[in-house]
């Protein structure tokens, strides 16, 4: 014995009564429960399950039994005792679900009548509504005509009305879809003069209550095209979250809604030009801190030895290693430097006339900061350790000086 499904001839009940039949639990310890009728829609074609209660207990899914087609309400509970129930639906979410599924139809047949475009697939759920063409092939104006007869559809609140018929007959209708063959009859849902379907789910009664139809995204997937959109209240709450954007967004750019895209498009550009500018500030500065520092530098016998510590605010790592570069390239110089803040870091380097194994110096240096990633070659060595300030990386620095001193004397 499975349950009749009343949601078939009306979307509309939100409260009734029925009895248990079955009682079910899973392997997790779920209780569901068959009743002799309902009003619940199941996950199937597409459209997501209802929630709501059963004795004030919410009904957490509704699935079908594949067996025996039986309809098995899960619940958050693992104990109902009465075998009399009450039912109740959460109508915002199922009207939802017949808006979006009944916008299906309207905007399917839409594409066929516009563009000979054939839906061959639908997917609803709570964020997402869209459905798949058989063809990557739309001009911009073809989506457009269609999105535009499916809101006249709407605005013409033409009846919705529910048909049951046999297979045989179902065959010699014109239906916009044949679902899979089976026995018995046939549930057709008819938009009068616009659309015949085969169709399980729940739909509202007229085309106005869909209110309106909006195409959010194409998407081109080889040879399908793929459509998001929105219909009634969802095209509602997308529009005042886009609408509010708009407005949060000339109001930052302090521009009207039709300057909006040049003035982003202006402002990147503005922004690519400052970059660039800055870059090469950056460089010239960076060859006038190398002469600096030069001018700075300790002369042991032919070599000049640089030491200084950055911090993080002043240059970044990849301007260091340019400045270190700088130095080796200047004569003779061994040129030790640090950089301190959220992350430390040092770079050893020499030019190739220079004495001294920067690889073996940084490894001493490094000690100091608590760390031992870093190596590298006899002329050029860096290496990292966690955040720290400017004294801790001197005295890291102070350490290789010393050692460098020590062998080069
Ligand atoms: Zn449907």
């Known amino acids: 014995m499975t349950s009749k499904r009343l949601y078939y001839q009306n979307a509309y009940t939100t409260h009734f009564e029925a009895n248990i039949i079955e009682r079910v639990r899973n392997n997790n310890g779920q209780t569901a429960v068959v009743l002799d ?9 597409g459209q997501p399950f209802d929630t709501g209660t059963i004795n004030n207990i919410p009904v957490t899914d509704v699935t079908i039994r594949e067996k025996d087609e039986a309809l098995l309400h899960w619940l958050d509970t693992t104990s109902l005792w009465d075998d009399k129930i009450a039912g109740q639906l959460n109508w915002p979410r199922r009207f939802d679900h017949m808006q979006q599924h009944t916008g299906q139809h309207i905007l399917s047949q839409a594409f066929i009548q516009i563009a000979q475009a054939e839906t061959i697939g639908f997917h609803l759920s709570d964020n997402s509504l869209t459905i798949d063409l058989n063809t990557s092939q739309l001009s911009p104006s073809q989506v457009e005509a269609a999105e535009f007869l499916a809101n006249q559809i709407i605005w013409q609140n033409r009846p919705i009305h ?7 007959q179902a065959q010699k209708l014109a239906l916009r879809k044949l679902p899979p ?6 549930r057709l ?14 739909h509202v009664s007229q085309t106005g209550a869909v209110g309106i139809i909006k195409i959010v995204k ?24 886009k609408n509010s954007l708009v407005n949060q967004l000339t109001a930052e750019l302090t521009t009207g809604t039709d300057d ?19 870059k090469k500030q ?15 530098g300790k002369m042991v016998g032919n070599t000049a030895v640089i030491t200084r510590v950055f911090t993080t605010e002043e240059i970044d790592p990849g301007q260091l290693r340019v400045l270190g570069s700088h130095l080796s390239q200047s004569g003779q110089v061994i040129a030790l430097l640090g950089l301190a803040g959220q992350k430390s870091q040092l770079l050893f380097c020499r030019s190739q006339d220079a004495p001294g194994e920067m690889n073996q110096l940084i490894k001493s240096a490094l000690q100091v900061l608590g760390s031992a990633a870093g190596g590298g070659s006899a002329m050029m060595a860096q290496g990292g350790g966690p955040g ?17 001193l020590g062998q080069i004397r």
């Open 189 to 202: 849902i008819e938009i009068e003069k616009f659309d015949l379907t085969a169709c399980g789910g729940t």
């Open 388 to 404: 720290t300030d400017k004294e801790r990386v001197q005295q890291a620095i102070d350490k290789a000086e010393r050692l460098l």
């Open 218 to 241: 194409l998407e081109r997937q080889n040879n399908q095209l793929r459509v998001e959109f929105a219909c009634g209240q969802r095209a509602l709450h997308d529009y005042r979250l």
């Open 37 to 45: 009728q309902t009003y619940f829609y199941p996950t199937s074609g």
């Open 260 to 278: 909006l895209l040049p003035s982003v498009l202006r402002t990147r550009e503005e922004l690519k030009d400052a970059r660039r500018r800055l």
């Open 162 to 168: 529910i048909r049951s018929v046999t297979l045989e």
């Open 282 to 296: 950056q460089e010239q500065l960076l060859y006038f801190e190398a002469d600096t520092l030069l001018k700075k």
């Open 181 to 186: 063959v089976r026995q018995g009859t046939l």
